[in-house]
């Protein structure tokens, strides 16, 4: 293990540490004393301090060592604004950026690149500079989606990343433990600060038979989603282990990982095995493989490892599934499916059908799907619905391009748009319906909240294997089961659909495409940095102001919140992207989708001194104007869904003092406390109910102090006793120091002074 390995092909002198890894590892094994899973083992033996650290699942905060950053480019605006802030030179952790976040589908993808290019100038050559200067890899628009990149590039067997987006577990398709953060904390290990975690519980996932047919890997993680729901893996690692894994492509996996992130799981992974041996083979990494090798007990988990939980799946029964609307977790099997579109009443004919993404766009999805277009080809059709591919790297596409899947979609019908997120982030300039239109869209995307691909709450969208989507589009029709269900040719002949096939990895090799790689130089000092003050869209962070050390007194409620808040309801994307870098631009976007529980309605609050229905951003910033304080009251799992800092730092920005909720999202939580906000639970959740969004609260805020509740004052507007309501936190130590200095940064900053 004393080789030196370096960690990608595309840097020098990162080295894959398994000698320190073992170490580490020894040191915990000795005082823990019991068998270890897997994920233990690669967050253990990335600990701080080894010796020292308390360790406990699910209570100790652990104080890691990652190995890498990774940073998409709508979330690395704000992390390099805030890592230029703490002034040093350079990054003190391996750190890349990927601009995949920025460019919306239009026409395909060319000239959606070109027009990406031109629209967001500003920010790419902002990010262009600022990655030379500081030492970071720069992966040009036209590269691919971040998770694809990293997986071909970065990640390894072993190895801890984290990364600024919310389906960074991705690389647990390649035995990472890899963790979506917000941008507060990747500023800290960019900045060379070890990162905090709370030592994850283990959910154990036994895997065994072998799947076929249409079955695929997506379908395991949409029957987990339809299992633990999504808030199931709050807190968690989702372990897969058993005899089952070994069938399952090393993509395949990074796809069951990715959508772990719709259960709130803190990441997924999978023992190295020859799989991902494989996969680094083809990607050119086969000396990465042949290290983990020398190091592969470490990289499974021992005989006898305990998990907090086990989920058994027999891959021999498994069927494929298709989940939604509206949310990831309600997954109904492919045999049920056509019942359940008629007692929902969601709309039959299916508009769009959607593949690639971060979530399902190896060389393995991109063939079967060819497999199957081909096959409506051989019958004379071609696709009844939109169709739309986003190949997930330059690399995919051009092999797909030269072994002939993309001819083969295209001539069925398919748009081939641009390497990059596109429809998946609302970055779509959808036009076959109207807004508000009833209609119904499948993709092999991950995630599908109300409103995500194409800001029409109306619209029923779906998640399924890529095999689904494009059977489902030869159909036109939800109400199609290519396993039981006949179809005609252009003659008027039933036919049937054949099982898809194609190679889980390009024979060929693959093909690297077009160079979008940008190296930082070794000459870093003299590159600027240039910010417009003028901007619209890139704005220098001001600090926030230091806690006051007072307790608030009779400040109002700015919007109680009703159901599911996300973090697409806190800071919506779609248009707003585009203000990611600017903080006060994109503060008016400030929790404009959550419903308020007064009146049923989205952004319509009554200010609480005029008594005037308003915006809630506008709102706020009235009473900011009037140095006032505010609270939000949310229900359960607020803030879940993307790793979105903008989502803490808008109500930090416009005033706000503290959340308060029956539960959080574990990194909505954590970037709260970064950002020097109160994110605050009720001790008892049915307090939730005894609040009236008209009424007035004191917040005893110098009650804070570990593992103590604080105390809510409530003088409800409806007259009557003021009562006291008991809140509980998750604050420790340190992070009490974030919220008295005023954030993390703060912290940080008068640290690094002294
Ligand atoms: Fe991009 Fe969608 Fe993945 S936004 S990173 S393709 S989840």
């Given amino acids: 293990l004393d080789k030196k390995v370096e960690m990608t092909n595309s840097e020098t002198g990162n080295y894959i540490n398994y000698k320190k890894m073992s170490e580490n590892l020894k040191v915990v094994r000795d005082r823990l004393q019991h068998p270890l899973t897997y994920s233990e083992k690669v967050i253990y033996s990335h600990l701080d301090d080894p010796h020292n650290q308390d360790i406990e699942r699910g209570v100790s905060y652990l104080k890691l060592r990652p190995d890498r950053v990774a940073c998409q480019d709508a979330t690395a605006q704000m992390a390099i604004l805030q890592f230029m802030s703490a002034g040093m030179p350079s990054v003190q952790t391996p750190t890349t950026v990927h601009c995949d976040h920025l460019i919306e589908a239009q026409v395909g993808g060319e000239k959606d690149l070109a027009r990406a290019n031109d629209i967001n100038k ?16 720069f992966w040009k628009p036209g590269s691919g989606i971040i998770h694809q990149i990293v997986l071909e590039n970065y990640a390894f067997p072993g190895g801890l990343m984290i990364g600024t987006d919310s389906h960074t577990p991705n690389a647990g398709g390649l035995g990472m433990a890899a963790i979506g953060v917000g941008g507060a904390d990747a500023v800290d290990v960019m900045a060379g600060l070890p990162w905090e975690l709370k030592a994850p519980k283990v959910i154990g996932v036994r895997l065994t038979g072998k799947m076929s047919g249409w079955t695929t890997p997506k379908d395991i993680i949409l029957k987990v989603a339809g299992l633990l729901t999504v808030k199931g893996g709050t807190g968690a690692i989702i372990e897969y282990h058993g005899p089952g894994v070994d ?65 058994e799946i027999d891959l021999n029964t498994l069927e494929p599934y298709i989940n939604g609307p509206f949310t990831p977790d309600l997954a109904t099997p492919l045999s049920k499916f056509k019942e359940a579109v008629k007692e929902n009443k969601w709309p039959e004919e299916l508009k769009v059908g959607l593949i690639g993404s971060c979530t399902n766009s190896s060389y393995e999805d991109m063939s079967h799907a060819a497999s199957i277009a081909r096959d409506a080809l051989d019958h004379g059709l071609k696709s009844k619905s939109i169709f739309t591919i986003t190949p997930g790297s330059e690399q995919i596409r051009a092999t797909i391009a030269r072994d002939g899947q993309l001819q083969t979609m295209e001539e069925y019908g398919g748009v081939i748009l641009a390497n990059a ?9 959808r ?119 007072k307790d608030a007194e009779n400040i109002p409620i700015l919007i109680k919140c009703q159901g599911k808040t996300t973090t697409d309801h806190i800071s919506m994307a779609g248009p707003w992207l585009k203000y990611r870098g600017h903080l006060d631009n994109i503060s008016n976007n400030m929790l404009i989708g959550a419903i308020n529980e007064e009146n049923g309605e989205a952004n319509k609050v009554k200010n609480a001194f005029t008594g005037a229905y308003d915006a809630v951003p506008a709102t706020a910033r009235d009473y900011k104007a009037r140095g006032v304080k505010w609270v939000v009251i949310g229900d359960w799992n607020y803030g879940e869904g993307s790793s979105r800092e903008h989502a803490a730092l808008e109500p930090r920005h416009l005033g706000g003092l503290a959340i308060i909720t029956r539960s959080f999202a574990r990194i909505h939580e954590t970037n709260l406390k970064k950002q020097g906000m109160l994110p605050l639970t009720f001790s008892d959740p049915a307090d939730y109910d005894k609040i009236k969004p008209e009424d007035k609260v004191d917040l005893l805020c110098t009650q804070l102090e570990v593992g103590k509740p604080m105390t809510l004052r409530v003088h409800p507007a409806a007259g009557g006793a003021a009562f006291d309501v008991s809140l509980s936190h998750t604050f420790n130590e340190p992070q009490i120091e974030w919220f008295v200095d005023g954030s993390a940064l703060n912290t940080m900053a008068r640290k690094s002074a002294n």
């Avoid at 807004?435 to 194409?454: L, M, W």
Wanted: charged fraction near 25%.
């Fill in 431 to 549: 036009k076959d319906i109207k807004k508000g239109e009833a209609n119904s869209i499948i993709s092999s995307y991950n995630r599908n909240f109300t409103g995500r691909n194409d800001a029409n709450p109306a619209t029923h969208a779906f998640v399924a294997s890529p095999d689904i989507v494009v059977a489902m589009t030869v159909a036109g029709t939800l109400n199609f089961n290519p396993m039981t269900d006949k179809l005609k040719d252009k003659d008027g002949n039933e036919f049937m659909l054949k099982e898809p096939t194609g190679e889980g990895l390009p024979s060929r090799g693959y093909d690297p495409g077009m160079d979008t790689y940008q190296a930082p130089p070794a000459n870093r000092e003299s590159i600027n940095v240039a910010v417009s003050p003028n901007s619209d869209r890139l704005q220098i962070l001001a600090g926030f102001p230091a806690w006051d050390k």
């Fill in 247 to 311: 069938s399952l492509s090393c993509t395949g996996m990074g796809t069951i990982c990715n959508m772990g992130a719709e259960i709130g799981a803190t990441t997924s992974i999978f023992p190295f095995n020859d799989r991902m041996y494989d996969y680094l083979k083809a990607t050119k990494r086969q000396h990465i493989g042949d290290f983990s090798r020398e190091y592969a007990k470490d990289l499974r988990e021992d005989d006898g490892a305990r998990y907090d939980q086990i989920i």
């Fill in 122 to 137: 500003e920010v790419y050559d902002f990010l262009s500079s600022s990655t030379a200067k500081y030492n970071i890899g």
């Fill in 421 to 429: 997120c596109g429809p998946c982030i609302g970055q779509w300039d």
